[in-house]
């Protein structure tokens, strides 16, 4: 069992930054892929990021390379989303998530955090 906890989102005008943190419970968060998914109004949950449990692979959405950068501290149980040159394009809820699989697929994730809001104003 893990247990997600976001923090980390505000509102930043077009061209600022954020960082997004995602704190882990269980014992078990060192083996598990941990991703960022977003969702705008009135769009489906989107993949943005994800890591390998060991941290070799990382993966972006086309969207967002260059700009974002995950990364994850095992020792403290959190992963991070590194947000720059935000767009309002980038404004949506944010969301960490958990699986055992190595995967980008929001299907494949099985625990989920209850999200932060990011709002890029033009």
């Known amino acids: 069992q893990v247990q997600l906890v976001e923090s980390g989102g505000g509102l930043v005008q077009a061209g600022g930054s954020l960082r997004l943190s995602c704190a882990a419970s269980g014992r078990t968060f060192s083996s598990y892929t941990m991703g960022w998914f977003r969702q705008a109004p009135g769009k489906e949950r989107e993949f943005v990021a994800a890591?390998?449990?060991?941290?070799?692979?990382?993966y972006y959405d086309d969207s967002v390379k260059g700009r974002f950068t995950i990364s994850r501290d095992n020792a403290k149980n959190t992963v991070c989303l590194q947000m720059n040159s935000l767009q309002p394009e980038d404004t949506a809820v944010y969301y960490c998530?958990?699986?055992?699989?190595?995967?980008?697929?929001?299907?494949?994730?099985?625990?989920w955090g209850q999200g932060t809001q990011v709002s890029v104003s033009s």
């Open positions: 998530a958990a699986t055992p699989y190595r995967t980008t697929s929001r299907s494949g994730y099985r625990y």
């Open positions: 890591m390998w449990w060991s941290g070799e692979l990382t």
